[in-house]
């Protein structure tokens, strides 16, 4: 069974920086995939951005040049670098990954969250 744990949410000021973390264990071969999204409050869940196991990124528009998607292969774990942020960038921030576990099967899960909020 794989499990994913994140970390890295808080408080932070308009202007800094935070990094999340998304960390799999388990029995885990390689990492296809890895994807943030948020959900702020009232509002639906939306892709912030992704990763796939080729190098690619896609970022949502609102925050293409100040958030950054990256992995540690040998970890197993996913980061999302964020700067600049800034108030509409709150919310609870999730990943979701998809892990090789064996020869032609994978799996797909969801981390906890863990909140981001950002003062003005």
């Known amino acids: 069974q794989v499990q994913l744990v994140e970390s890295g949410g808080g408080l932070v000021q308009a202007g800094g920086s935070l990094t999340l973390s998304c960390a799999a264990s388990?029995?885990?071969?390689?990492?296809?995939?890895i994807e943030w999204y948020r959900q702020a409050p009232g509002k639906q869940r939306e892709l912030v951005a992704g990763?796939?196991?080729?190098?690619?990124?896609d970022y949502a528009h609102s925050v293409k040049g100040r958030f950054t998607i990256s992995a540690d292969n040998a970890k197993n774990t996913g980061y999302l670098q964020m700067n600049s942020l800034k108030p509409e960038d709150t919310g609870l921030y999730s990943c979701?990954?998809?892990?090789?576990?064996?020869?032609?099967?994978?799996?797909?899960?969801w981390g906890q969250g863990t909140q981001v909020t950002v003062s003005s």
């Open positions: 979701n990954v998809e892990v090789v576990i064996g020869p032609e099967e994978t799996w797909n899960g």
């Open positions: 388990g029995r885990i071969l390689s990492i296809n995939s």
């Open positions: 990763l796939s196991s080729d190098g690619d990124t």
